[in-house]
């Protein structure tokens, strides 16, 4: 049973796909077959500002999973995007391997998820 003499829940290919900026396009072939890609971070204000992205729903996954104690790890699917657009481009790197904008996110909620920085009752689902 997870959570007892050890055992414990992987997250594992976790991801959420982004949309391609034209100066990255070279980098990619194909059509896209995902019509739900969010932008890397939402930019903007407003009703703009809180729409989805891949900087807060990654964000919030790992948090999530942290504050599960029955969790034991968690793994972004991918690092870097698939060069195939009916592929995967939930990486945190463009396929050229330049970090995407929501790259400095997700080493910042690692961070503190390691060193024990995150209030779990601030966390939907992360209990108290």
Same mark, same amino acid.
């Given at each position: 049973?997870?959570?007892?003499?050890?055992?414990?829940?992987?997250?594992?290919? @976790?991801?959420?796909?982004?949309?391609?900026?034209?100066?990255?396009?070279?980098?990619?072939?194909?059509?896209?077959?995902?019509?739900?890609?969010?932008?890397?971070?939402?930019?903007?204000?407003?009703?703009?500002?809180?729409?989805? @992205?891949?900087?807060?729903?990654?964000?919030?996954?790992?948090?999530?999973?942290?504050?599960?104690?029955?969790?034991?790890?968690?793994?972004?699917?991918?690092?870097?995007?698939?060069?195939?657009?009916?592929?995967?481009?939930?990486?945190?790197?463009?396929?050229?391997?330049?970090?995407?904008?929501?790259?400095?996110?997700?080493?910042?909620?690692?961070?503190?998820?390691?060193?024990? @920085?995150? @209030?779990?009752?601030?966390?939907?689902?992360?209990?108290?």
């Amino acid at each position: 049973m997870p959570g007892t003499g050890g055992v414990t829940v992987w997250y594992l290919e @976790d991801g959420f796909q982004t949309t391609i900026p034209s100066d990255k396009q070279r980098f990619y072939r194909g059509s896209e077959n995902d019509r739900y890609v969010i932008p890397p971070v939402a930019n903007g204000s407003g009703e703009q500002r809180v729409r989805p @992205d891949q900087a807060r729903q990654l964000s919030n996954a790992l948090k999530l999973a942290y504050c599960q104690p029955a969790v034991g790890a968690f793994f972004n699917f991918e690092l870097m995007d698939e060069a195939r657009l009916r592929g995967w481009q939930s990486g945190v790197l463009w396929r050229d391997g330049t970090p995407k904008p929501s790259y400095e996110s997700f080493k910042g909620t690692i961070a503190a998820v390691k060193a024990g @920085d995150v @209030d779990c009752s601030t966390v939907t689902g992360g209990g108290s």
